[in-house]
């Protein structure tokens, strides 16, 4: 099985900043595509950023300016740089990737993480 684990949330001022990271463990799972989404209450679930294999990158037209996606193919990670973070940034955000799996067969998956909370206080 694949995991993807965010890690970076949680709570900051209006203006400030925070920095997510998605890494995956389990078997060995190259990550292709690297996606950012997030949810806030009642809301629907929106795609925040995207990046590709070869780093082209995609905002949401609410973050653009103010978030970088990025890669490190390396670690295997994906990164979310959030500036300027407003009030309506308040939400649960979740990784998802998709690539190859290498386990007892090798399959191209796509795997989403358990979420991270951001809140910013106004």
């Known amino acids: 099985q694949v995991h993807l684990v965010e890690s970076g949330g949680g709570l900051v001022q209006a203006g400030g900043s925070l920095s997510l990271t998605c890494a995956a463990s389990?078997?060995?799972?190259?990550?292709?595509?690297g996606h950012w989404y997030r949810q806030a209450p009642g809301k629907q679930r929106e795609l925040v950023a995207a990046?590709?294999?070869?780093?082209?990158?995609h905002y949401a037209d609410s973050v653009k300016g103010r978030f970088t996606i990025s890669r490190d193919n390396a670690k295997n990670t994906v990164s979310l740089e959030m500036n300027s973070l407003k009030a309506e940034d308040t939400a649960v955000y979740y990784c998802?990737?998709?690539?190859?799996?290498?386990?007892?067969?090798?399959?191209?998956?796509?795997?989403w993480g358990q979420g991270t909370l951001v809140t910013v206080s106004s």
């Open positions: 998802k990737a998709d690539g190859e799996a290498r386990g007892a067969v090798v399959e191209y998956l796509e795997v």
């Open positions: 389990g078997i060995p799972f190259t990550i292709n595509g």
């Open positions: 990046i590709t294999r070869g780093s082209t990158t």
